[in-house]
């Protein structure tokens, strides 16, 4: 999963950067910020969820919620830099806070699904 998402992460950074260079709007940096928080936060998630499944429910939970916290906590410290100090980001970097989970969600959906057919087909 590392290397399709570093490509897709990367993939997208370029198209940001190439949108940026086209139309001469430094506005859409937030834009970049944004995707590589919400690309970010999706990674994050998938990796706590994965180190989570084989613990208690108990203590999966605590530390589930925990990560939640710490994973808003980031989120929201990113958006209070952006409107202290690029109020006019704030716009793009919502729209690619929004774009960052939906295509890190896409590229984690389809690893699960390729590595779920591979383990069927080979038992």
């Known amino acids: 999963m590392i290397r399709s998402s570093f490509i897709v992460l990367f993939g997208g ?8 260079a086209l139309t001469g709007h430094q506005a859409y940096l937030g834009s970049l910020v944004g ?7 999706t990674v994050w ?3 706590e ?8 429910i108990y203590l999966a939970l605590r530390r589930m919620r925990r990560s939640l916290m710490a994973r808003l906590g980031m989120v929201t410290l990113v958006v209070v ?3 202290r100090f690029h109020t006019y980001w704030l ?3 919502a729209l690619g806070i929004a774009t960052g989970v939906i295509v ?3 590229t984690v959906a389809i690893h699960r699904l390729h590595g779920e057919r591979g383990d069927k087909r080979s038992a």
């Open 13 to 20: 950074t370029a198209c940001i950067l190439f949108v940026v």
């Open 35 to 41: 995707y590589w928080v919400g690309f970010a936060y």
């Open 45 to 47: 998630i998938y990796h």
């Open 49 to 56: 969820t994965q180190r989570c499944t084989e613990l208690d």
């Open 81 to 83: 830099a952006v409107a």
């Open 91 to 93: 716009f793009s970097l």
């Open 104 to 106: 890190s969600f896409i």
